[in-house]
């Protein structure tokens, strides 16, 4: 079974914290994305990578960075969180060939910034 | 630029009645994917369907059905005498070649009531 998983499903912090975000995928997936999902927004891609240390920025980076130091692991970072970055953030893998373009994801993890 | 239109927020139905999900796209590719997401109370978006740009085949899958219209750009989603575990947030979705560039649209909360 393949499997993406998040390292927290329910987070709070404060204004001004470094938050981390790790995502972990099983089925060697050479893709990984991290997407915030917001009421009547959708989701909305704010980077991905497609190789290890290997980054792309999506529509809205800007607050975010991320890190792949290992195919299976993508972290996002918020700098300094602050209170417009409360959302649901969930991270997805896919692959570059065979079942390219699916992209499995993970259950989210919901954080609220104080 | 790429965009997805899914203008119902919310259906609600009565179990056993069938119901369609608008999704409406823009894109000057002339190749590319469409898709299909399901959003359960539970969090994680699982994958329904894909269909690439040259395939108008219209696809059954059980109580599910999509009807895929270049004329009108659109890719609607039917099913047919719904039930309680229908209910869910569903996503239409359009990427390019890569399927590294995703674009969701806003999402409808579909409620199937017994």
């Known amino acids: 079974d393949v499997k993406v998983t998040q390292s927290s499903r329910y987070l709070v912090k404060r204004t001004g914290e470094k938050v981390f975000l790790e995502c972990v995928q099983d089925?060697?997936?050479?893709?990984m994305f991290w997407y915030r999902q917001d009421p009547g927004l959708g989701l909305r891609l704010i980077y991905f990578?497609?190789?290890?240390?290997?980054?792309e920025k999506g529509d809205i980076p800007e607050g975010y960075s991320v890190s792949r130091e290992k195919k299976e692991r993508f972290s996002l970072i918020l700098e300094s969180a602050s209170t417009n970055q409360t959302s649901m953030y969930l991270c997805?893998?896919?692959?570059?060939?065979?079942?390219?373009?699916?992209?499995?994801f993970g259950p989210g993890t919901r954080l609220t910034v104080t | 630029a790429q965009k997805v239109t899914q203008a119902q927020t919310e259906i609600s139905v009565v179990e056993k009645e069938d119901v369609t999900l608008d999704c409406v796209y823009e894109?000057?590719?002339?190749?590319?994917?469409l898709f299909w997401y399901k959003q359960p109370p539970s969090g994680e978006l699982v994958f329904l369907i894909r269909?690439?740009?040259?395939?108008?085949q219209n696809e059954i899958s059980g109580r599910y059905s999509w009807n895929f219209q270049k004329s009108t750009s659109s890719f609607n989603f039917t099913i047919t005498a719904s039930q309680v575990v229908d209910s869910a947030v569903y996503f239409c979705?359009?990427?390019?070649?890569?399927?590294?560039?995703?674009?969701f649209g806003a999402g409808t909360r579909l409620t199937v009531k017994p």
């Open positions: 997805a893998s896919s692959s570059s060939s065979g079942r390219a373009y699916e992209q499995y």
């Open positions: 089925m060697d997936h050479e893709n």
């Open positions: 990578s497609y190789d290890v240390k290997m980054k």
């Open positions: 894109t000057r590719d002339t190749t590319y994917y």
């Open positions: 269909r690439n740009s040259f395939d108008e």
């Open positions: 979705a359009l990427s390019e070649v890569s399927g590294n560039d995703m674009r």
